[in-house]
């Protein structure tokens, strides 16, 4: 039977507030850092134009349909087509990332400086939390939660007896660190939010060769059927008008 606590008011007023509202300073001053610290780098013309090739022929095959099929022929050899078209990437000419990041230091900077303001704030902020807040139960969620939760938000609390729905303050740490996105869009901006999931992604998906994307873009116009929907809206139309009135 899991025991109902009383939480104190006391850890409320000096390990919830506290811990929540230097999370989120730490996440506002994290933000302005990297931004001192980023180099500015013009763009490079060709991967803008990769880019925008790619939005191109994800409209095609997202509008592919509402085009008759001579002229979803005619584009479609325009991107994908073996001798020039857009998305063809010949052989031997595909980048390696890796490569380009050894040969280019201004790269390799910009990756150890987002690195360095990501990695240090979180492990300077765990070990504080660790070593003040170990072992408080902070809150309580308001609804009921099953025992898979426990590993997740007891987190530092070895006490099976406790209910599920009480917070730890090591696990009210993780939860502050991994959403406040919202928080920040509404400080920062929507486009300069970005929570530390999002940062390990982008970490993780560095490295990436452009030119697989072209060639994904490219398989997926070769597949796609096309089949023109305009000729069969009045078909549509006339189906759905019978449906209502019938």
């Not at 919830?16 to 500015?40: A, N």
């Not at 902070?138 to 007891?154: E, G, N, V, Y």
């Amino acid at each position: 039977m899991a025991e109902d606590l009383v939480l104190d008011t006391a850890i409320r007023d000096w390990v919830l507030i506290p811990l929540t509202v230097v999370m989120i300073l730490i996440g506002i001053l994290r933000y302005f850092v990297s931004k001192l610290m980023r180099s500015q780098q013009n763009p490079d013309a060709k991967v803008v134009r990769e880019g925008q090739v790619v939005i191109r022929a994800r409209n095609l095959r997202a509008g592919a349909n509402f085009i008759p099929s001579k002229s979803f022929r005619a584009r479609r050899a325009y991107f994908s087509n073996e001798e020039n078209g857009l998305l063809h990437v010949p052989k031997g000419q595909g980048q390696n990332p890796q490569a380009q990041m050894f040969s280019d230091p201004n790269m390799a900077m910009d990756m150890m400086k987002k690195n360095l303001s990501m990695i240090i704030p979180q492990t300077l902020t765990f070990a504080w939390v660790n070593f003040f807040f170990s072992g408080f139960v902070a809150a309580k969620i308001p609804f009921p939660l099953t025992q898979r939760f426990r590993s997740m938000l007891q987190n530092g609390i070895d006490l099976s007896t406790v209910d599920v729905s009480y917070v730890s303050s090591r696990s009210w740490y993780f939860l502050n660190l991994f959403g406040l996105r919202g928080l920040f869009s509404l400080i920062l901006g929507e486009e300069n939010a970005m929570d530390d999931t999002q940062r390990m992604m982008q970490m993780s998906g560095f490295g990436m060769d452009p030119t697989k994307t072209l060639s994904a873009e490219k398989d997926g116009l070769d597949i796609i059927q096309h089949e023109w929907a305009l000729p069969k809206f009045e078909q549509r139309a006339e189906a759905a008008l019978k449906k209502l009135i019938s």
